[in-house]
């Protein structure tokens, strides 16, 4: 591998790791409350700083005179936003029978096996590393081992809806593979300005679902200065997490980058597992957690071939 080979997967890396970051301990810093004061976030507000994010990096796709997407194009990032609606949308409704938070947490963890799957099933081109099989299996047992069984079994009535979450995680996985593809030639940043206006605008319109059982309703989100600041704050983080996701989305193997939902999580648990504060149960999950994505980012299907593993017979 050339220097400049390993300078491209060193940047990959770097931007993995901020993207975690990012979706991980700092977007659960500003939108619990607990740390700075910052209100709960609305649908609303939701709806109003991923389209505010995506308008200002739609104006600097125009200052730099990036193209628009094509048709090909329109249609991956369409794709894209349909699985995520839809689970926006069943978590909105509140229903008393969904699924435990927990289960649906391990179902999308293990995306990598998901993208296994249709390998297998030839439904997709892109192959997954056992590695990287192996690698989803442990993230998910680090994460069963930091959270209270109660919170991932279901009951037997809840198990229909488990069901349907399970398949929006395969459908999820199955439009990376179809996006991946389709986008490999676009600007990240104009994909991500636009797919955050779709999902803004979409939210928008589904808000009064969303907030239904929701104690602050589809209020306003400009009732105080401490709440513009919290729209503005999640807003930047959006648009740098929607950035960093199509870009890695285009560059990085598939079967790497469905590791980001471990990543993210296992980079929210790592502070508390640090200073001491969780149990020995606890600090172990997230070391298991880095040991499954650092194999998951390393494994290749080339290394595991017949020759690489010199049972070539030759």
Known sequence: MDKFAIASQR?????????????????????????????????????LAQTAAGVV????????????????????LAALLMPQLAMGFIAGLHLSHDAPWGAITIVRFA??????????????RQEVPRATAGAAIAGVGSFLLATPVSDYRPAMHQVPMLVVHLLLAIAMAYTWAFAARRLANAAALSCAAW???????????????????????????????AQAVALLARGAVAAACAWLWFRLLQRMRLSAFAMFLLA??????????????????FALAPAIGVGAVLIGLRARVEDEQPTALGLNGG
């Not at 990096?57 to 991956?76: F, H, V």
Request: with cysteine.
């Open 57 to 76: 990096l739609l104006g600097l796709c125009l200052l730099r005179g990036t193209a628009l997407p094509r048709q090909r194009e329109w249609l991956a």
């Open 111 to 124: 995306s990598p096996l998901w993208l296994a799957l249709l390998s297998a099933l030839q439904l997709i």
């Open 195 to 225: 797919f955050l206006m779709m999902q803004g605008i979409a939210e928008f319109v589904t808000g009064p679902i969303y907030s239904r059982g929701y104690s602050g309703g589809y209020a306003p989100p400009f009732e105080s200065h």
């Open 264 to 281: 993210a999580w296992t980079a929210s648990v790592l502070p508390g597992a640090w200073m001491g504060w969780m149990q020995w149960r």
């Open 11 to 47: 940047g990959l890396i770097a931007a993995f790791v901020a993207l975690a970051i990012l979706m991980g301990p700092v977007a659960s810093v500003l939108s619990n409350p607990f740390y700075f004061g910052l209100p709960w976030p609305t649908p609303l507000s939701s709806a």
